[in-house]
């Protein structure tokens, strides 16, 4: 064997995202075993891939454990109130169309609450980018049932067991209108990386599902061990099914998980349709 | 070792090698970064940082390959890779 | 500054208050708008959607009020002068997000044309009960302007008064105009833009380490930036410091919930702006706002005939509530008279800064119609006679009560 090659030699002080994370605010709030920093970190590697102007980009994020990602990326971030991202998302995009915008939320947050929000921007086909983390659960207020929670779990405001049966997020967007939807777990980092790249670069409303771990809350009461268990059930338990049509996309309690990319069209964006029906308006 | 075939290219194949830097403090003892490493290259050490954790510690530091994979999956930017060099790949023996 | 030529339709108008309000809010340089229809105030976004084009204007109808609030204060922070038009029970929908705006001192205006309430009331006629509501209505501390027009053209003036306020305070600015003034038609005439004054919001200019999102000087009135320019905001609507950091643990005074309050009041003496008329030998005051101040100067007309010597005092803006004045004039006059059309809003406010030194009688009325002149006249009267101190608000049996109650 030759001896080590001493190739240009990359010696990083600290972590290669921290020019990125508001630093001064580590650690962060989320527990351990959560996959929501897996999201983050996917987040981050692809808006390096795609050499955006960082400037550009905004994050509007709502109440929640994922809503906090705003106040942990060091970009433009506005959290705001509990379903109301979609919304303020939109005004910003149409308050200034250069900007890059994403929405960074939580199951309850864009699908409950924000549920007609969800909807409309969907149907309008709002040029912003949803990355949308699916814990099934209401983590930050201690673990109460939300409406994709799986039919027989435990939450603490479904103590006898969830019988509501859930959303079925992809379906609902394809549904909706939207252009882009996929849907991944944490534990697919590389394909999430790309499948974000995909999203931030397709115009108009694309929603990337993100199955995560609760480590603290929904694994806890249903007894299924910490955010590591979780992981090692999406690696035997998921299975890419690119194409799959949305209405077979439900979630079981701990039965299979289907991931991949299900919709990928092309529609006019609402900017793109007011031109066209309204002209161009100067601003 | 005989019935195998020696690629023609196999002294153009460079390995990668990495090195793992760890921030200890950081640390929330998930494991999914010992897990998931494809090569064995961490193990829970039995140190505790001051959280109360076990981070991780290199135990195979040679088999890193500056995958990235413990870097992508750490949700507490806590681990990542650094490349260090490359070497010839080899049959293994 | 002047008023860009191109938002200002100058010309003489016959149109309805709605409208006007409409063409006050272009003519401010609004470049957003976001809303749900409902009545009364469905004329003005239909007015700002067809005129939005060519002042390069963006109108989105939003799926329901909460998300127009919410859309409205993304624009406002994107840059854009941003407002929605609403009524009573859109008004209460969207109350939690106007609580945002304000913590997060987002300039904005909002159109509320009030109806009959409570609940969906009597949504073709006008009422006047959303007041507190205006100053009150979302939860926790904050302050707001609201101001109450009484005829189409004050609609339009008044509306850019609103749009020149929340940019120089960051704070929402309510239009409370109401189903009456909203759906009268009378002459507006807007003047050429030389003779506007529009003022926009107060940027930041310095280097973005040195830029702290909520640090203010003397004005108590941060500068303001927007997204997209490197300055690494993070706004949330968490109690926040400076920086805009949440302050978790960190004791509350640190916290800018105290500035979000004292920039109005502090500042109080130069927002508020109200009509006086002969109080200087008054001995009975109508405080009255909206369309009932219109009613009120037949009544007062009347009285003054008999040789009652009123003054009137008109509020223009309603929040923050002329606290001074009405403690000056209760030592002077023999009472007030406040006819508004709900069942006690604002007359509590004149009872509360009068400590007692006067009388204070409210003339109410359930919504659907105005006063009666007579009322008021009756209201006027009772006050000069009296010879007693009330010890409370007393509220005048009007014509109507008294012919269903007896």
Known sequence: ?????????????????????????????????????????????????????????????????????????????????????????????????????????????????????????????????????????????????????????YTTTSPFGNFEPPSNIPQLAEAAGAVYVARWTSLHIRRLTKSITEALQKPGFSVVEVI???????????????????????????????????????????????????VDRERLTFIESHKQWIGETKS | MSGVRIPYDIRKIRIPRGEVHIVKDRCKGCGFCIEYCPNDVLAVSDEFNSKGYHPPIVVNPDRCVNCGLCEMLCPEFAIWNTLKGEVEAQIAS | MQADPKDVFTGSYYIDGDVAAAYGAIAAGCKFLAGYPITPSTEAAEAFAKRAPEVGAIFVQMEDELGSIAAVLGASWAGKKAMTITSGPGFSLMMENIGFGAAIEAPFVIINVQRGGPSTGIPTR?????????????????????????????????????????????????????????????????????????????????????????????????????????????????????????????????????????????????????????????????????????????AIELARKEGIKVGTLRLITVWPFPEKKIEELSRKVKGFVIPEINYGQIAFEVERCSHGNANVILVPHGGASVHIPEDILGAIRQVAEDKKRYPQLVSYKTYLEKQVFG
Request: hydrophobic letters at 40%; glycine letters at 8%.
């Open chain 3, 126 to 298: 006008t009422g006047q009960g959303d007041l507190m509501q205006a100053r009150w209505g979302s939860h926790g501390d904050y302050e707001v302007i609201a101001l109450a027009p009484d005829s189409p053209q004050e609609s339009f003036e008044f509306a850019i008064k609103a749009f020149n306020l929340a940019e120089r305070y960051r704070v929402p600015v309510m239009l409370m105009a109401d189903e009456c003034v909203g759906h009268m038609t009378e002459k507006v005439v807007i003047p050429p833009a030389s003779e506007i004054e529009v003022e926009n919001r107060k940027y930041y200019n310095g280097p973005a380490e040195a830029y702290s999102p909520f640090r203010r000087d003397d004005s108590l009135v941060p500068p303001i930036v927007r997204p997209g320019e490197g300055y690494g905001l993070y706004i949330t609507g968490l109690a926040h410091d400076e920086k805009g950091y949440p302050i978790f643990d960190r004791d509350i005074r640190e916290s800018t919930t105290r500035a979000l309050v004292d920039k109005i009041r502090q500042n109080a003496d130069k927002i508020i702006e109200v009509e006086e008329d002969s109080l200087d030998d008054a001995e009975v005051v109508v405080v009255s706002y909206g369309i009932s101040s219109r009613v009120a100067l037949r």
């Open chain 1, 212 to 262: 995560s771990p609760c480590a603290m809350y929904y694994s806890r009461i249903n007894r299924l061990g910490e955010g590591i268990d979780m992981m090692r059930f999406y690696h035997e338990n998921s299975i890419i099914k690119h194409g799959e049509p949305t209405e077979n996309l439900d979630i079981d309690y701990q039965k299979q998980i289907i991931v991949g990319k299900f």
């Open chain 1, 1 to 153: 064997m030759e001896a080590l090659e001493t190739v240009k030699v990359k010696e990083k002080e600290s972590h290669p995202m921290e020019p990125l994370l508001r630093m001064d605010r580590m650690p962060h709030i989320w527990c351990p075993g959560c996959g929501i920093g897996t999201t983050v970190t996917a987040f981050v590697s692809a808006l390096e891939k795609l050499e955006f102007d960082l400037n550009k980009v905004v994050i509007v994020s709502g109440i929640g454990c994922t809503g906090r990602v705003a106040g942990y990326i060091k970009l433009d971030s506005f959290h705001t109130t509990h379903g109301r991202a979609i919304p303020f998302a939109t005004g910003i995009k149409l308050g200034n169309p250069d900007l890059k915008v994403v929405v960074f939320s939580g199951d309850g947050d864009l699908v409950s609450i924000g549920g007609n929000h969800f909807i409309h921007a969907a149907r309008r086909n709002i040029d912003i980018t949803v990355i949308l983390v699916n814990n099934f659960i209401y983590a930050m207020t201690g673990g109460q049932v939300a409406p994709t929670t799986p039919v027989s779990a």
